[in-house]
């Protein structure tokens, strides 16, 4: 048996541990902060309810069940997608919002963030795994609630004996609608890095997509030279990116753009919202990476 260090007198070999590829280091943090999210109770209880919510989305259609004339794939998508023109977000992000804000939040605000950045090798590491798992989850959610809400849908045409709407034209729009959802989940931990606090984060998502940016929208209106910049602010442009209202009725199409508040299409809707969500991102990484690690 080989005498121990204190036994001989000599000073004790450091351990080194081996080096881990930045790749490997990545697939741990995002593996680690899956686990962290599936671990809540919270989550399961939330996906539960939403899950439940969208089942029940055929009931809407029984209140105007037409047996003459299928349901219009706008209609179906709007409803598929709770509602974002008459909510203008829709309300599956309020859903969301509890599970996006959480990750970054727990290390910033509750001070564990030195524990989180030791397990995963390093902040931006940490950040980018909260980022990729938040998205997918926000897709995957969104992906999911809209297929269980569009077989609620089918199930409850079926049964009143009304005919089916034209589903390849809820394809497009239920795509975008998840797509909305990844780049939703993606703005709560980023505005969380930036701001630093939990509660002023999911105030201001609650109230600037639903008002504020009406309101800015149009003060910078009445500007000499700038009227329908509104159109182009991030959230018009996500109202757009979910509605297509070439895709309504003739009769129909005023108001749905009244609502929508946008003349972009849906294909610049698209890349205007995700260009939004990415430069965010991208300041809420810069924020993350210089934050003080104390709880405050």
């Known amino acids: 048996m080989r005498p121990s260090a204190a036994e001989t007198g000599t000073a004790p070999v450091p351990v080194v541990p081996p080096a881990v590829a930045r790749t490997e ?8 902060e899956w686990r962290h999210l599936a671990g809540l109770r919270s989550t399961w209880i939330l996906l539960g309810v939403v899950g439940l919510l969208s089942l029940l989305t055929g009931v809407t259609f029984l209140f105007d069940l037409d ?28 859903f969301v919002l509890v599970l996006g804000t959480g990750p970054v ?4 605000v509750r001070g564990a963030a030195r524990t989180t950045w030791l397990a995963v090798n390093g902040r931006g ?26 077989a609620s849908c089918s199930v409850v045409l079926a049964v009143g004996g009304a005919p089916q709407p034209d589903w390849a034209g809820v394809v497009l729009p239920a795509l975008r609608f ?17 701001i630093r ?3 002023v984060p999911v105030l201001f998502l609650c109230t600037w997509p639903l008002l504020g940016e009406r309101l800015v929208g149009g003060a910078v209106g009445w500007l000499p030279g700038l009227d329908g910049v509104g159109g182009w602010l991030p959230f018009a442009a996500g109202r757009a990116m979910l509605t297509d209202v070439s895709a309504y009725p003739a009769d129909d199409r005023p ?6 508040g946008s003349q972009l299409s849906t294909t610049s809707a698209t890349a205007m919202f995700c260009l939004y969500t990415a430069l965010v991102a991208a300041a809420g990484c810069w924020a993350y990476c210089r934050r003080d690690a104390k709880p405050g």
């Open 25 to 32: 280091a990545f697939r741990r943090a995002c593996r680690y």
């Open 255 to 260: 108001f749905a753009r009244a609502l929508v």
């Open 105 to 108: 939040s727990t290390d910033l």
């Open 125 to 150: 590491t940490a950040y980018a795994a909260k980022c990729l798992v938040g998205f997918a989850m926000g897709l995957a959610t969104a992906a999911t609630s809209a297929l269980l809400g569009a």
């Open 178 to 194: 998840s797509l909305w959802m990844g780049c939703w989940a993606l703005l709560c931990p980023a505005l969380v890095s930036l």
């Open 67 to 94: 047996e003459t004339r299928p349901v219009g794939a706008a209609a179906l998508s709007d409803a598929i997608a709770w509602t974002p023109l008459a909510t203008q977000v829709p309300a599956l992000c309020f």
């Open 197 to 199: 606090s939990r509660i």
